[in-house]
């Protein structure tokens, strides 16, 4: 490691310390902001009940005043004999509007409209009663049921919202018996809502629901309508947030929804001082880690890069006689101390090695084999005559020369034989290898040791057996192939029968329990069976493909050629795989020339090849995608294109299309499941039939196969296997 390393590193550990702290100072600024956002909160939750109190106190007023007029001798006498002078005294357009009363009702027993009155508060000037409000009358809506009976809340008119307080009519003394109903109403019109504004200090808007109402007041209506009587309180921008709460009417329907505004000034506040404390820290941490990096760098890594300076000087100069300086007793002190030390011993080992070196190269120089003494840090100790020509360098440019960058070694003395291994149990170790130049060499790794059992290198021995090891391999290739031929034979006389006769019969009791013909199943019973049959009818295909590319390989495939509408099978197939493509929402779109109509060739193989093209194009396009089918003249050919707008190919794994049992890129194996011999099968059908086959690709944006035929069938009585040139492809 050089000191500038070890500063990196520092500098890396400070950073994340920094990090670390900066990470718990933001998640401590999140928390407590949170606990401000529910302290805003609960402060619009209280300036919306004071907003919602302003109301109920309008409405109590309004009862109030019902209930004091309903129950007084005069109105008693009046409801029964319905005399002029009651009205002349007491109910006059200037008595309503000081009582802010916009309407006024007396009703008896029986449900008839004794006297109404209706002015407007502001000019008080007499109005129409509101046909809505007398129908309510009519249908008994307001009328009140007893000596207690009274009634109070909204009513909506013409969506107009209005106060109604409703009192049985009874003596001054409240006593009965009750002769009828007074029903005092007050429109909630825009000067009583900015009146409620002046006394809250808040902001407020208010929609009936019979209104066009806007998005966040429907929003808000829809969730009163799972939770009444409940305030929302939510943030309307940066700098206000709101309180919306629902008034029902008197049959407890939705009537009112109001929106109280205030300022956000308890977030606001809390935000800057949390900003400013969060700031301040960040720049405390800052200033503490720059100064804890200054410190190390100046008492511990400078002295570092010292010793790595020194380590390298003498690694470099191959001077084992200097010494470091040592001051301050403590741990780079001891290191320093025991550098020197191993020093020492190098320069004494370094002596000992030179004597054996000098006996023991008169021995190894007269060997024909390779021979080279490697240290444990793999560097070539010493090298004998046959080595040092094959290396084609002196021994004095070899020695120190790491194993691995000798000049045309090319060998196993530093690739093929795990010197680890050697060096770390003890034991001999030898191989044989073929180097890049085709020449086989047989390899020994010999552990060197001292007195003591230490291992103080490896002696690597290589000799020339090219000759030899080419005529065991013609050998062994020749029983291989022998072998290989009758065993291929073997398979494709027996695998027909030994392996679909019992795969079919799993197959068919497994659809026979599916159905069950046998007696009734539970679900995980059915699910295990379905299971079954799935997995045997994938085997069996399985089989069956490869016993169909052994026969085109063996030349057995004989092709049965018969004349059928191109277009019906087109459908057919689209039917066949449209629960495939439903699954993915995929359309499959059949386009055929109108001058095509029949051809003539194998009909199965065919529909073989368009299967496996058009599955995998299903297979291999995205959600919402499209599958093209096309037909089209080619002189006295049929040329058939399946289009995707899929994943596409890669160019580095096109070349492995229509290789058996290969298929492109090892993660897309896993996500799609298949055994590689559905590409190889059709392009050995299509060369079967006369034709040949072709592709493009882009990654991303799809693929196209195509194929030509005979329109006419192949002259051929079975077709050829040979691969036209076309039949390759670019992508």
């Given amino acids: ?80 004999d319905g005399n002029e002078t009651f009205i002349r005294k007491n109910i006059q357009n ?51 049921k007893g000596e207690n ?22 003596t001054t003394n409240y006593t009965g018996p009750v002769r009828g ?18 006394t809250t200090r808040s902001s407020l808007l208010m929609y009936s629901v019979d209104d066009n109402l806007p998005p966040d007041f429907q929003a808000k209506l829809n969730n009163f309508s799972h939770s009444p009587q409940h305030t929302i309180v939510e943030p309307l921008n940066d700098s206000r947030i709101a309180g919306y709460f629902e008034l029902p009417d008197i049959s407890g329907k939705p009537a009112l929804v109001i929106r109280a505004d205030f300022p956000r000034e308890i977030y606001l506040y809390g935000e800057r001082t949390l900003n400013n404390m969060y700031l301040f820290l960040l720049l405390i941490g800052l200033m503490t ?52 030390g191993m020093l020492n011993e190098i320069d004494l080992a370094q002596q000992e090695l030179k004597a054996q070196e000098r006996e023991k190269k008169v021995l190894l120089d007269s060997l024909n084999e390779l021979a080279i003494f490697v240290s444990p840090e793999r560097d070539i100790i010493w ?48 191989e044989e290898f073929t180097a890049k130049d085709g020449k086989v060499w047989f390899v020994q790794a010999i552990p060197v040791t001292e007195e003591g059992g230490k291992i103080i290198g490896v002696l690597e021995m290589c000799r020339d057996i090219t000759e030899r090891k080419a005529a065991e391999t013609l050998l062994q290739e020749k029983q ?106 995929i359309q499959v779109e059949i386009d055929i020339d109108s001058s095509l109509s029949t051809i003539c060739a194998d009909e199965a193989r065919f529909v073989q090849i368009m299967y496996n093209l058009v599955d995998n194009a299903i297979k291999f396009s995205f959600e919402n995608g499209l599958v093209k089918i096309g037909a089209r003249k080619k002189g006295d050919m049929v040329e058939i294109m399946v289009m995707d707008t899929g994943i596409g190919i890669k160019p580095e794994d096109q070349s492995k299309l229509f290789k058996p049992f290969s298929q492109v890129d090892s993660f897309l194996s896993k996500q ?38 005979p329109i006419k069938g192949n002259n051929s009585e079975n077709g050829t296997i040979g691969l036209d040139s076309k039949a390759q492809g670019k992508r």
Avoid at 101 to 126: H, R
Avoid at 540 to 555: F, M, P, Q, R, Y
Avoid at 672 to 689: E, P, R, Y
Wanted: glycine share 6%; net charge neutral.
């Fill in 480 to 585: 291989i192939a022998e072998a290989a031929n009758r065993t291929k034979s073997e398979f494709l006389a027996n695998v027909s029968h030994e392996l679909r006769t019992p795969l079919n019969s799993i197959i068919g009791f497994s659809d026979l329990l599916y159905e069950q013909v046998y007696g009734e199943l539970n679900e995980k019973q059915l699910k295990s069976v379905g299971n079954i049959s799935k997995s045997g009818k994938h085997l069996l295909n399985l089989i069956n493909g490869i016993l169909d590319l052994s026969k085109v390989e063996a030349g057995k495939m004989e092709l049965n050629y018969t004349k059928f509408e191109l277009a019906g099978k087109f459908n057919i197939l689209r039917n066949l795989l449209s629960p495939i493509a439903d699954r993915k929402n």
């Fill in 149 to 170: 009976g009274n009634i109070s809340g909204f009513v909506l008119l013409d969506g107009k919202p209005m106060f109604i307080s409703c009192h049985s009519i009874l």
């Fill in 672 to 709: 799609f499941q298949g055994t590689g011999l559905g590409l190889s099968l059709v392009k050995q059908i299509v060369n079967l039939h006369g034709g040949y086959i072709w592709f493009k690709s882009n990654p991303g944006e799809g693929s196209t196969f195509a194929f030509a035929i």
């Fill in 181 to 198: 109903t007074v029903i005092f109403g007050r429109y909630f019109d825009d000067n009583l809502l900015e009146s409620f504004k002046e």
């Fill in 289 to 340: 880690m720059v100064g804890v990096k200054f410190s190390l760098d100046k008492l511990f890594i400078s002295r570092l890069i010292g010793i790595d300076n020194f380590v390298t000087q003498v690694r470099s100069e191959k001077d084992l006689s200097r010494r470091l300086s040592l001051k301050d007793n403590d741990e780079l002190y001891r290191l320093s101390r025991e550098i020197n």
């Fill in 383 to 430: 090298a004998n005559k046959a080595a040092l020509k094959f290396m084609k360098i002196d021994l004095q440019k070899a020695v120190g020369l790491c194993l691995k960058n000798t000049p045309d070694i090319n060998s196993p003395l530093s690739d093929y034989l795990q010197l680890e291994q050697v060096f770390t149990t003890g034991n001999k170790k030898s």
């Fill in 1 to 80: 490691m050089s000191g500038i390393d070890i500063s990196k590193k520092v500098l890396l550990i400070t950073l994340i310390i920094f990090g670390v702290l900066a990470a718990s100072f933001t998640l401590t600024h999140n928390m407590q902001l949170s606990n401000f956002l529910d302290l805003e909160k609960l402060d619009a939750l209280n300036n919306v009940e004071r907003v919602q109190n302003a109301i109920s106190t309008q409405q109590g007023y309004l009862n109030y005043i019902a209930q004091d007029w309903a129950c007084w001798n005069d109105t008693y006498s009046f409801i029964e």
């Fill in 94 to 144: 200037h008595t309503l509007a000081k009582l802010k009363i916009n309407v006024m009702l007396f009703v008896n027993n029986s449900g008839s409209l004794v006297y109404a009155k209706s002015v407007d508060i502001d000019t008080s000037q007499e109005t129409l009663v509101p046909e809505e409000l007398l129908r309510l009358v009519e249908d008994g809506t307001l009328l009140t």
